[in-house]
């Protein structure tokens, strides 16, 4: 359990861990966020904990679930892995959450003997970039229409 203390105020406590099946609807509820749409979502979701059962973590503060991300190990390097998401609530940001959820994927994914950690990132994106750049990822391209039309994304990579 992590406790993130500013000013002596204690603005969190967390605690990351596997997803389970338990957390699926939460996770879902996350993963859709204020404009996105159920279905996908949930697919996404549902598909990622059979396939990335091992790096796939979540954050879970009281009740609620706080955040979460998912990882992937390429099938035809896999010395190399993708960040697919990393995502916590509005209500927990700025709190350490997401460091901790990243820190414990890079930790999961070096014990899998994953030496190349990449990313896509919006170049507008500015508190996930500074996220990363923090964990030592750098930007190794910027990658026009990555996503499709307007949606340019930045290629991160993290050498572990
Ligand atoms: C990006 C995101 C995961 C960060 O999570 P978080 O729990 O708020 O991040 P942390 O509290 O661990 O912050 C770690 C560092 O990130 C940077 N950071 C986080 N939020 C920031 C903000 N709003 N502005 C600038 N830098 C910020 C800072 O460098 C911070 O370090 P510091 O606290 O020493 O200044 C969160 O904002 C989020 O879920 N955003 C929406 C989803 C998203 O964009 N995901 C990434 C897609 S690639």
Redesign the pocket.
């Known amino acids: 359990m992590n406790r993130h203390r500013e000013q002596g105020r204690d603005l969190q406590q967390y605690a990351i861990r596997l997803f389970g099946p338990d957390d699926f609807a939460r996770v879902c509820v996350l993963e859709e966020g204020e404009n996105g749409a159920p279905y996908p979502a949930a697919v996404f979701i549902r598909q990622a904990s059979q396939l990335y059962p091992l790096t796939f973590f979540v954050s879970e503060s009281g009740s609620s679930i706080s ?1 979460y991300t998912i990882g992937a190990i390429s099938q035809d390097a896999p010395s190399d892995a993708w ?1 697919l ?6 209500h ?11 820190q414990a994927l890079v930790a999961a994914l070096r014990g899998k003997g994953v030496d190349t950690i990449c ?4 170049p507008e ?4 970039r ?5 964990f030592g990822f750098t930007v190794i391209a910027t990658e026009p229409g990555y996503f499709g039309d307007g949606q340019d994304r930045c290629i991160m990579i993290l050498r572990v």
């Open positions: 955040g960040v998401r990393l995502k916590v609530a509005p927990y940001r700025q709190m350490r959450v997401g460091s901790a959820l990243l990313l896509s990132v919006s994106n500015a508190p996930a500074a996220l990363y750049q923090k």
